[in-house]
């Protein structure tokens, strides 16, 4: 995530990614980090090469939605509790859900209130198409089994392009958008979506301790996106 490398520009700062290629192409938007004070290293949170307690601050953006429910997800966070200091903190935005779909009214007004912003006219047009195909499936998920609905995502998006006024631009990058997920299905191939927020805390909870929490203010849905402080959990020293 560029912003978080500009947050840490100046330090010693790894950049972990499945691809270098997505590391190169988010480096577009850096406005302060530079790329040749960085270290890069490819591969997933679950198997990076480095010893226990390496990090001071572990910072990540909706990482832990990039593994399924289970124990991948699960080997997660005790796989970032070894990797963080004893005195470290893991810092990330998360995804939950509460269980409550938005209206037709509500999207519309959503997508409305991102595309005009200066953050999502950065975007290339294909950033914007799977950030509202995302969208779509976010909105329409079944949240009690952590399942999406591409039906439901896509039969949206074809009814608010039919039935509701929007510029040329917003109306193209919708349908773009429903025939991004007919065409292609789920992105990234997952079948899944966040957790409720009791999973979630349930989760971080047996690894970490929740020192601090925030929300954004500026966009619509903030409240699914939590910020969390985590301090490790440390083992403790058995009585003698």
């Not at 700062?13 to 302060?32: E, G, H, Q, R, W």
């Not at 065409?183 to 690894?207: A, D, E, V």
Request: proline share 6%.
């Amino acid at each position: 995530t560029p912003e978080l490398r500009d947050i840490v520009a100046g330090r010693r700062v790894v950049v972990a990614d499945l691809s270098y290629s997505n590391i190169l192409a988010a480096s577009k938007y850096l406005t302060k980090a530079k790329p040749k004070d960085e270290i890069w290293v490819k591969g997933d949170w679950l198997s990076l090469p480095f010893p226990a307690n390496y990090f001071d601050v572990i910072l990540g953006d909706a990482v832990s939605n990039q593994f399924p429910p289970g124990d991948e997800e699960n080997k997660f966070f005790e796989i970032i509790r070894t990797y963080c200091s004893r005195k470290g903190y893991f810092i990330s935005r998360f995804l939950q859900r509460h269980g409550v779909q938005i209206s037709h009214d509500q999207l519309a007004r959503h997508l409305a209130t991102i595309y005009f912003t200066p953050e999502f006219a950065r975007f290339s047009n294909r950033e914007k198409i799977f950030a509202v195909a995302t969208s779509a499936l976010s909105y329409t998920a079944d949240t009690s089994r952590r399942m999406p609905n591409l039906y439901a995502a896509w039969t949206l998006l074809h009814d608010l392009s039919e039935y509701y006024y929007l510029d040329f631009p917003m109306w193209s990058v919708i349908k773009e958008a429903e025939r991004y997920l007919k065409k292609n299905g789920l992105p990234g191939g997952r079948w899944w979506t966040p957790p409720p927020r009791r999973g979630l805390l349930q989760m971080i909870s047996r690894h970490f301790v929740i020192t601090d929490e925030a929300y954004a203010k500026d966009y619509f849905g903030a409240s699914n996106f939590p910020i969390m402080k985590c301090a490790p959990k440390t083992k403790r020293r058995k009585r003698i």
